[in-house]
């Protein structure tokens, strides 16, 4: 698989990497994880030339770094791997706020390389951006421990236009992560190009729509209690038949080109940019190999913009995130 540079940083990953999340958490139920078809999934993602693993303490959390680990023993050399902070959490493990404090940030990062087996962290994110710590602050905090060694890159989740520029400024930000797909646009008017201006990479998640793009979806009350989809308003009433609709312009594409409809949607991404990496999550060996195929669709510009018009903004319904999970995202 092709290599690409996070924006100017230098950090060189696989042009598709491996979201690790659904592992540990958030989709199916815990009888449904197998962790010895994930660990496989992730050997099996080495072979096709994926490289670039993204987990998060808040994964479990703290059990997905433990499974990747697991999975890379030996290995680590060969992969980048990707983390984050910035959570607290409950006794049951529920998230139960954010803390970006100086302090937390080595407290977390000391517990991540050693649940991470290993002596660095290639690629660290703040997971969500605490309005109660100054973001010059937070970058501080983890420019030291890129000084030390502990860190080699820093990156930001669901940061806004304003705190992107704030944290680069004090430091280079290699990476953004935050949610983007052909039904998820948000980050086209201003986040984008703020990052070509700055030379920051994007690492969309959930790239595939949490796989309504696929094609293979059921309203939200037909999945199980604890998958997130039961409380994703895109899958809820009105609005899954109006994306339905949507989607169905991709599964048409993907059927006139003989690929599937996730590859369809991982490749228009991958024709947004060269400074774009999508990160697909998977827990099995096929849903991998399929999204890396992705890497070998060619869309020409009829097709993109074909893609373009089908899903814009006004095409999809519904808002990504509930209340109480958009107040979370700064912007």
Not at 130 to 155: C, N, S
Not at 158 to 180: C, F
Not at 205 to 225: C, D, I, M, N, Q
Request: net charge neutral; hydrophobic share 40%; glycine share 10%.
């Amino acid at each position: 698989m092709e290599k690409r540079r996070l924006g100017n940083s230098g950090l060189e990953v696989s042009a598709i990497g491996l979201g690790c999340m659904g592992m540990s958490a958030a989709y199916g139920t815990r009888e449904e994880r197998n962790e010895r078809e994930s660990i496989a999934t992730i050997h099996r993602a080495l072979e096709l030339g994926v490289t670039f693993f993204d987990t998060a303490e808040a994964y479990g959390p703290y059990a997905n770094e433990e499974l990747v680990a697991r999975a890379l023993h030996g290995k680590r050399d060969q992969v980048i791997l990707a983390t984050k902070f910035g959570f607290t959490f409950d006794q049951k493990g529920a998230i139960a706020g954010r803390d970006s404090r100086p302090e937390h940030i080595r407290e977390a990062v000391e517990g991540s390389l050693q649940r991470l087996q290993t002596d660095r962290i290639d690629l660290l994110y703040q997971h969500r951006v605490d309005p109660a710590v100054p973001i010059e602050d937070v970058i501080g905090a983890m420019a030291a421990l890129v000084r030390e060694g502990k860190v080699r890159h820093l990156g930001l989740s669901e940061a806004g236009e304003g705190t992107i520029r704030l944290a680069h400024a004090v430091h280079p930000i290699a990476a953004l992560q935050s949610e983007y797909s052909l039904w998820e646009r948000n980050l086209e008017p201003q986040i984008i190009p703020v990052l070509r201006e700055l030379g920051i990479g994007l690492v969309p998640f959930a790239p595939l729509g949490r796989g309504f793009l696929t094609g293979s979806v059921k309203r939200a009350e037909e999945y199980p209690e604890g998958d997130y989809r039961r409380g994703d308003p895109r899958y809820q009433g009105e609005n899954f038949e109006a994306n339905l609709r949507a989607a169905s312009a991709v599964r048409a594409l993907a059927a006139r080109k003989g690929v599937t409809a996730g590859q369809i949607a991982l490749a228009w991404l991958l024709h947004k940019g060269p400074d774009i990496v999508p990160i697909p999550g998977t827990k099995r060996r096929s849903y991998l190999e399929e999204n890396a195929g992705a890497a070998a669709v060619s869309l020409g510009s009829g097709e993109m913009a074909e893609l373009d018009a089908a899903l814009s903004a006004e095409k999809v319904s519904g808002p990504r995130y509930n209340e109480k999970q958009m107040s979370m995202v700064d912007r």
